[in-house]
């Protein structure tokens, strides 16, 4: 089972850019395909963005373009950096991971969870 840690949230402007980790303890970070999801205040949890265990990206329309996702198997590390903010961005983004193939854009999908970290962008 592998334990999800997340870090970088805080208070970003509109347009600027604010960059989170998620730290990754357990067994091999490199089986995992992995993922982040948000939840911004009084909304539904919402996909924002997945990195296959092969490296492949993909994107909520709402983030592309501006997010970028990336994962660093050495160091069990992913990474979401978010430029172009929006206050629409604002939410508690969490770090996900699951040990199955294949794209995900469904909560019940990923099987391993972060704590959560907050974003707040201003206008």
């Not at 205040?41 to 993909?58: H, L, M, N």
């Not at 909520?60 to 629409?88: E, Y």
């Not at 961005?89 to 996900?96: F, L, M, Q, S």
């Amino acid at each position: 089972q592998v334990k999800l840690v997340e870090s970088g949230g805080g208070l970003g402007q509109a347009g600027g850019s604010l960059r989170l980790s998620c730290a990754a303890s357990g067994p091999t970070f490199s089986r995992y395909a992995m993922g982040w999801f948000r939840q911004g205040p009084g909304k539904d949890r919402e996909f924002v963005a997945g990195i296959s265990r092969s490296g492949t990206t993909y994107y909520a329309d709402s983030v592309k373009g501006r997010f970028t996702i990336s994962r660093d198997n050495a160091n069990a590390m992913l990474i979401l950096q978010m430029n172009n903010l929006r206050p629409d961005d604002t939410a508690i983004y969490y770090c996900v991971g699951r040990e199955l193939g294949g794209s995900a854009t469904m909560a019940p999908s990923w099987d391993y969870w972060g704590q959560g970290t907050q974003v707040t962008v201003s206008s």
